[in-house]
């Protein structure tokens, strides 16, 4: 299967080399690999051009966009600047962080994935943190989900979601729509990627405010968001978040923002959701 791999990246000379090395190790590699360098002020482009010399698959585009850093719509701004480059004559596309480490079999395992079944729309592993010398999981999510961070999608499945949306919550309504068609999500928690800057680390009070503005545009309403606010809040060890994703929610509600969703779908986002909180309280 060919697959084409799309890398945002802001001002990440400390680890865009060791991402690009760990994908340039793969035992199938990628086609093509695109790193849009999204207004950076340090050594990124500079870095990515060394590896083009040796690497022809691997591609530099520059964007210049705001430097703050807002969870969502910067990041897939520049994942579809790089994916306006590409052709569709792959099977399944990849947005990455320039902040991992991949095992060198990753993708030849995220290949198995989807030939094993015409109907997996979406793959990935578990990300992993380093703390006091030992590599952990980085336990933000339930274990169904696919981190942000890195995505597979399968070129049809990718098509019929609409691709990604530029707004906080992408990572979450992406395969929601996902299920939303019937595609299936598989997670592989034997696939351990090293995530190398921490979640969140440069997200200021506005990007907190945003998380519950994603629960909002999801369609979740007021009660499916206070749960997964608090949960949210405890996952991360801040429970006061609580406060800035429920003060997030009040003021896109008030503000009436648009939906990330169609009526119907954010209709079976509440009661997908809905029946996950069921099941795991019962």
Known sequence: MNYYIVIPSHNEEAFIALTLQSLVAQTVLPTKIVVVNDNSTDATAAIVMEFTKNHPFISLINKTSD???????????????????????????????????????????????????????????????????????????????????????????????????????????????????????????????KHLKPTGANYNKTARYKQGEAFYTLGYGFLITTIASAKLAMMKKRPLLFLDYIQGFWKAKSEKKPLLVTPEQARFIKNYRLQKMKQKLF
């Not at 290949?111 to 380093?130: L, P, W």
């Not at 989900?145 to 979601?161: L, P, S």
């Open 67 to 193: 430097a703050i850093h807002l969870p969502g719509s910067k990041v897939i701004q520049a994942f579809q600047k790089g994916l306006e480059t590409l052709d569709d004559n792959y099977d399944f596309i990849v947005k990455a962080d320039a902040d991992l480490i991949f095992t060198s079999n990753y993708f030849e395992m995220i290949i198995q994935h989807f030939q094993s079944d015409a109907k997996i729309g979406m793959v990935g592993g578990f990300a992993y943190i380093e703390q006091n010398g030992d590599w952990i999981l980085e336990n933000l999510t339930d274990k169904d989900h696919i981190r942000g961070a890195f995505k597979a999608y399968r070129k049809e499945c990718f098509a019929q979601i609409g691709g990604l949306k530029p707004a906080m919550g992408w990572d979450t309504v992406d395969e929601l729509l996902c299920k939303f068609y019937n595609w299936k999500v598989v997670t592989d928690a034997s696939l351990k990627v």
